[in-house]
C-alpha cells in the first residue's frame, strides 16, 4: 500500500519561507513522477510543481522563481521550498505520486499553508 505522508505546513507573514515535506512508502520511489498540488477554499486543486524521475522539473507560472521542488531518493522523501510567500499562496498543499510500475496516482492528505499577517 503506497501512502504519502506531508509534513511542514503552518502560518506564515508574507514574504516568508516554508518547507514542505512528502515521505512516501509502499512503493519504489525513485521511478515514480512526484508532485505537489494546492488547493484554495472554494477554487479547483491546481499544479504546483512537478519532478520526474530524472529530477526534471516544471512549476505552475504562479510559483516560478519562487518555489523548488526537489527529491531525495535514498529517502523516499519529496519537498518544496517556498520563498517569498504571497497571501494568495494560501492553501491545502498535497503531494502527489504517479507509481508508474502499477500505472496509479496517489495523494496524500494535504497540510495546511496559511500566509497571513
Known amino acids: 500500500q503506497v501512502q504519502l505522508v506531508e509534513s511542514g505546513g503552518g502560518l506564515v507573514e508574507p514574504g516568508g519561507t516554508l518547507r514542505l515535506s512528502c515521505v512516501a512508502s509502499?512503493?519504489?520511489?525513485?521511478?515514480?513522477?512526484m508532485a505537489w498540488y494546492r488547493q484554495a477554499p472554494g477554487k479547483q486543486r491546481e499544479l504546483v510543481a512537478i519532478?520526474?524521475?530524472?529530477?526534471?522539473?516544471n512549476y505552475a507560472d504562479s510559483v516560478k522563481g519562487r518555489f523548488t521542488i526537489s527529491r531525495d531518493n535514498a529517502k523516499n522523501t519529496i519537498f518544496l521550498q517556498m520563498n517569498s510567500l504571497k497571501r494568495e499562496d494560501t492553501a491545502v498543499y498535497y503531494c502527489?505520486?504517479?507509481?508508474?510500475?502499477?500505472?496509479?496516482?496517489?495523494w496524500g492528505q494535504g497540510t495546511q499553508v496559511t500566509v497571513s499577517s
Open positions: 502527489y505520486a504517479f507509481v508508474t510500475s502499477s500505472g496509479r496516482p496517489y
Open positions: 509502499g512503493t519504489v520511489f525513485s521511478g515514480n513522477v
Open positions: 519532478i520526474t524521475t530524472s529530477s526534471v522539473t
